[in-house]
């Protein structure tokens, strides 16, 4: 790309990224999926609201806020980080609300679930087994959405957290979404993913092919993937992985 010519700092691109105002997650691992000369810059989702389906619509509605913050800044492309949100919406508002905000800022967006499903397409995914952490009212939303873009949903099962709080989703570690493989029904499945970008997710993407044979996905490979495709920098690196690889190295350095 002719514009990241003469640039110090991110010369291969410049990446934005929106993490909800509490996840601890979506940083490393994204940034983990980056070659170098690939620079990242974060703005966070916010909202003041109580309860987590208030949280997750909040989030998007004050996206141009948060985009806002950049100010003269524009990045090559941009992530909003909270899959939920997106399973929530649905796939005409989100597209539509995301459209017009690219259109507004002139950077391509994308959605964590925008960017899963664009992953699952790649490499060639029909029928999924998803591991989530959330309320039972964003699985069943998660569920519909998936399947409204075509997906057989073999198996969706819900990683436990300590509390209704989805919050305490940042309490859990790759080891919880390892664990809830056991006793999966992966019969039929061809793919495997975990969905929830807050849940720490590269082990269990390493752990989890070792155990079922199947390719792993997670909402923040899926957004590191789309965030290097979109500034032609998706095949940095060889590697095992169907989707992306070069994190793998980077993982026990997070």
């Known amino acids: 790309m002719s514009s990241m010519n003469g640039r110090e700092y991110g010369s291969k691109g410049r990446v934005g990224v929106a993490p909800p105002q509490a996840n601890p997650t979506v940083e490393p691992e994204i940034a983990a999926c980056l070659p170098p000369n690939v620079g990242m810059y974060v703005t966070r989702l916010t909202s003041t609201c109580a309860t987590p389906k208030e949280r997750f619509v909040e ?40 459209d017009a905000l690219s259109k507004k800022f ?4 994308i959605t964590g679930g925008q960017a899963i499903v664009a992953a699952l397409k790649k490499i060639g995914a029909k029928k999924v ?31 436990v957290t300590r509390l209704a709080d ?37 082990r269990a993407i390493i752990e989890g092919e070792k155990i079922t044979g199947l390719p792993v996905l997670t909402s923040n490979i899926c957004m590191g993937w789309w965030l290097c495709k979109a500034i032609g920098q998706e095949n940095w690196a060889k590697g095992p992985h169907k989707l992306l690889n070069g994190w793998q190295d980077r993982v026990e350095s997070l």
């Open 129 to 159: 087994a998803i591991g989530a952490p959330y309320p039972e009212f964003v699985i069943d939303a998660c569920r519909a959405y998936y399947e409204a873009a075509g997906f057989t949903i073999t198996a969706l099962k819900r990683i």
């Open 106 to 109: 002139g950077y391509p967006i």
């Open 59 to 98: 989030y998007f509605d004050n996206l141009d806020r948060s985009l806002q913050a950049y100010d003269t800044f524009k990045p090559d492309a941009f992530a909003f980080a909270c899959t939920a949100t997106s399973y929530l919406f649905g796939h005409e508002k989100e597209a539509k609300e995301v």
């Open 166 to 202: 989805t919050r305490t989703i940042y309490e859990l570690k790759s080891s919880d979404a390892i664990t809830a493989l056991e006793g999966f029904d992966l019969n039929g499945a061809d793919t495997m993913l975990f969905t929830g970008s807050g849940m720490p997710g590269f």
